[in-house]
């Protein structure tokens, strides 16, 4: 009895992270991801963003060995609902704690924990995409990387474009500007975060470690009749070779309010002087940018996974939702690991609205929880995933009504990380 007793006291213990706790923590977080430290400037805002409260570490007596976070975000859906999401963040084990079960408990309590609060949503960006299958996640927005010879390539720009103002500011003193042009464009793409106060800051972070020999973070704002309708910050990496210049402009971010707006930034960055490249990273699939181009052969487009997507209560999701074209289907849903979404859902709705029940009706439609996480968004068609394999069709036709259903006017974005 005493062996067992000392037994269960060895054992690692999950619990909350308490705020005298988070340097500790955090600490282990980073050892996991290769162990070099960031900037102080960094390494505040994560503190001042962390919810505590909503945080869990593994502890192996005085050592953590085990990070986990949620953030409390609303994430944009088909129809432009603002959702309660958990941001799952800031996961690690530490390699001396391989192979125990500490990420399989962490992510058990998370989902525990998400369901308790009444939120229908959980999403995440994956350092290794093929951990997060096994507990439920798909693969729901995808995102761009471009490096484009702006020495070869030219945009073709809709009328107006040179009649919208560019003006130079410090990315800090207009924040609250490109900040609300922000917040007006979230409604309009899913996959998009209201960001909560604080989280503005992410935009203007500037360590110069992070730079690689580039510029301070720059701003330009869009302006029409005197209203700011659209900004981008970049960094200019200057380079020149026995030819003359070659510098690179590296964008971090464009926003804009109408096309016209978004065309005027693009033309700026392709034109920026002593540059031939505008590099950028994790940008929406269909921007518009793709189709104003000249040679998109020259843009080199690279696409890789951006959000992954866990429905934690699938009546709740799928019901929050709307439908380009009406739907009336039964899921039949398996979930091994939140066993209590297991079960046939019967969703109707349109473009106006959507309720999703339980049922006893025959299964139009067999899956996972993966493949629905997937297609929550309207990136993924159920009808690729159909042809993968990974959806049963049991009534015929119905994948494809379905598939029409749930597609997106516009490709779900993640618009930055966390």
């Known amino acids: 009895m005493a062996k067992d007793s000392a037994s269960e006291a060895d054992r690692p213990e999950l619990r909350v992270l308490r705020k005298d706790e988070w340097g500790i923590w955090y600490d282990t977080l980073i050892r996991a991801f290769g162990g070099v430290a960031e900037s102080a ?4 805002l994560w503190d001042s963003l962390t919810e505590v409260d909503r ?16 953030f409390s975000f609303r994430l944009t859906v088909p129809g432009g609902a603002s959702v309660p999401a958990a941001g799952v963040t800031m996961v690690s084990v530490a390699a001396t704690h391989r192979r125990r079960g500490v990420l399989r408990s962490m992510m058990r309590r998370q989902l525990d924990d998400v369901r308790e609060w009444g939120w229908p949503l959980a999403v995440l960006t994956a350092s290794e995409p093929e951990i997060y299958g096994r507990f439920g996640y798909g693969v729901g927005t995808f995102q761009t990387s471009v490096e484009i010879d702006t020495s070869r390539v030219r945009l073709s720009v809709p009328p107006g474009t040179d009649d919208v103002r560019l003006r130079y500011a410090v990315p800090a003193d207009v924040l609250d500007v490109c900040e609300a042009v922000y917040a007006r464009k979230v409604a309009d793409r899913p996959g998009m975060l209201a960001r909560q106060p604080g989280w503005e800051r992410l935009g203007v972070l500037d360590p110069e470690s992070d730079r690689d020999g580039a510029s301070p973070l720059q701003c330009v704002l869009a302006e029409r009749d005197g209203e700011v309708v659209g900004y981008a910050r970049f960094h200019v990496k200057p380079e020149w070779d026995g030819n003359g210049p070659k510098g690179a402009v590296n964008l971090r971010d464009v926003q804009a309010l109408d096309p016209v707006a978004q065309a005027a930034l693009w033309q700026f960055l392709f034109g920026i002087d002593l540059t031939s490249t505008v590099t950028a990273r994790a940008r929406p699939v269909d921007e518009a940018w793709q189709y104003q181009v000249s040679d998109i052969r020259r843009c080199a487009v690279r696409v890789r996974d951006g959000l992954h997507v866990r429905l934690v209560d699938v009546g709740a999701a799928l019901g929050a939702r709307t439908y380009q074209v009406p739907v009336d ?33 025959a299964a139009d439609l067999s899956l996972s929880v993966r493949e629905l996480g997937a297609a929550y968004l309207g990136g993924v068609s159920l009808a690729a995933l159909g042809a993968a394999g990974r959806v049963r069709e049991v009534r015929q036709g119905a994948l494809a009504e379905a598939s029409v259903g749930f597609a997106s006017a516009v490709a779900p974005w993640l618009p930055h990380g966390f």
């Open 329 to 361: 289907v039964v899921f039949d849903v398996e979930d091994a690991f939140c066993p209590w979404n297991t079960g046939r859902w019967r969703l109707s709705g349109d473009a106006k609205g959507a309720s999703c029940e339980r049922t006893t009706d």
């Open 41 to 44: 400037e960094e390494r505040e």
């Open 55 to 70: 945080s869990i570490g593994v502890w192996d007596g005085d050592a953590c060995v085990g990070t986990a976070g949620v």
